[in-house]
């Protein structure tokens, strides 16, 4: 089992960055591909980014490419998505993601990500 608890969301402004931060308990997710993604409201939940592994290869949706990056501290057992230029369409709860799943793949598909956490509110002003 893994538990995962996401931080680091806010009220920004156009233009500000923010860094959300993902703490995973109960194992390590080192080598478990880990992903991001968000959900507005009225809106399905949709993929931000995802990892194959820490170092690994990385993916990320085409609004987010260049402006976000997900990474790791494996020391500390936390993944996190850096959120640069961010803009009032990239409002929603940002989730957390691990697939069970040693060197496995990264998935932008939701339903291959077995733990989640609770969610975090980010939300940009115009």
């Known amino acids: 089992q893994v538990q995962l608890v996401e931080s680091g969301g806010g009220l920004v402004q156009a233009g500000d960055s923010l860094r959300l931060s993902c703490v995973a308990s109960g194992r390590t997710i080192t080598n478990l591909p880990m992903g991001w993604f968000r959900q507005a409201p009225g809106k399905e939940r949709e993929f931000v980014a995802a990892d194959s592994r820490s170092g690994g290869s990385t993916v990320y949706t085409n609004p987010v490419k260049g402006r976000f990056t997900i990474s790791r501290d494996n020391n500390i057992n936390t993944v996190y998505l850096q959120m640069n230029s961010l803009k009032p369409e990239d409002t929603a709860v940002y989730y957390c993601?691990?697939?069970?799943?040693?060197?496995?793949?990264?998935?932008?598909?939701?339903?291959?990500?077995?733990?989640w956490g609770q969610g975090t509110q980010v939300t940009v002003s115009s």
């Open positions: 993601a691990a697939r069970n799943s040693e060197y496995g793949y990264k998935s932008t598909r939701s339903d291959e990500y077995e733990y």
